[in-house]
């Protein structure tokens, strides 16, 4: 299968959104954190500007792209809204940002104060998607998919770059999957190299684990607590490619996996995590991903963008 993401491309992506996006760090909670005994570090993601991975793709393709009068439009189940408002309020032009019903209203709401006009239409992310391809024939604004676009990928690839840089050998990145945009930027930095990517997906929105079943794509029912950012009823195409090429192995959890590891990261860390943000984790605490002795596993932890009532209330 073709790769149209290498190294290279996140390379250079790396030197493109340097100094404007922070460089995460990479904690180590202690050996029992994880109750494993593998070694156990956390990738803390959910520190990037907007609270969520999105900043670093939707920057870098938009500072490779034309960007028109029109400005800059998306559809999101909020994380990658709110990243797409914030690079245009950064490069002074406008956004418009169509969201579903199911998104949380703290997504919303900030998603509006980056200065973004935010639609509220449809069900879930694929309905809100249609809504903004319409509008976009329309405007003409730039179209800034949330997964399916090299220039997304290669962005999101950096935090590979920097896993591999701030550890001496890392095993195995686990990783949640939405529509793949994340987990296929990791998969093409990591391609070609001993450490393997696990896709983590929620029992109830698994569709990279459904079109690995399936050798290709298909689309899946989508519900349950992270369905605002795990939500996507296919796996990209530029997704897949980059997943399949790699091999990377698909582990599932359940709802009740996900909150409990967002009650633990608030009880031992006091971090607030999104349910998506919190899958990767919930698959060791869960045994769905057991670590071997020895193994060295960074879990991406994504996203932070939720009512922290919900967890802490």
């Not at 459904?210 to 795990?230: F, I, K, Q, T």
């Amino acid at each position: 299968m073709e790769r149209t993401v290498e190294r290279a491309h996140i390379v250079a992506a790396a030197q493109l959104i340097e100094g404007r996006v922070r460089r995460t760090p990479i904690v180590d909670f202690g050996p029992g954190f994880f109750d494993s005994s593998g070694h156990v570090v956390c990738k803390l993601e959910l520190l990037q500007h907007t609270g969520s991975f999105k900043a670093r793709g939707a920057l870098h393709r938009a500072l490779t792209s034309d960007v028109p009068a029109a400005g800059l439009i998306a559809a999101s189940g909020g994380n990658h809204g709110m990243a797409v408002a914030w690079v245009a309020a950064e490069l002074g032009v406008a956004s418009e940002i169509f969201v579903p019903e199911v998104s949380p209203v703290a997504k919303v709401d900030k998603i509006r104060r980056f200065g973004a006009t935010v639609h509220v239409t449809g069900a879930f992310y694929d309905d809100a998607r249609a809504a903004c391809v319409a509008r976009q024939s329309e405007t003409g604004a730039l179209d800034i998919h949330p997964y399916d676009h090299d220039g997304t990928v290669a962005g999101a690839g950096t935090i590979g770059a920097e896993i591999e840089a701030d550890l001496d050998a890392v095993d195995t990145v686990l990783v949640a999957l939405g529509g793949g945009g994340l987990s296929s930027g990791l998969a093409a930095w990591f391609a070609d190299r001993p450490t393997r990517v696990v896709v983590v997906e929620p029992e109830t929105s698994r569709c990279y684990a459904a079109a690995v079943e399936a050798g290709r794509p298909v689309e899946v029912d989508v519900a349950g607590v992270a369905a605002d950012s795990l939500g996507a009823r296919q796996v990209g195409d530029a997704n897949w490619r980059a997943l399949a090429d790699a091999g990377a192995a698909s582990v599932t959890v359940s709802d009740g996996a996900i909150r409990d590891a967002q009650r633990r990261f608030w009880a031992e860390t006091q971090l607030i995590v999104e349910p998506g943000g919190a899958a990767a984790a919930a698959a060791v605490w869960s045994g769905a991903y057991r670590p071997a002795d020895g193994e060295t596993v960074a879990v991406v932890v994504c996203g932070a963008n939720c009512d922290p009532a919900s967890i802490t209330g």
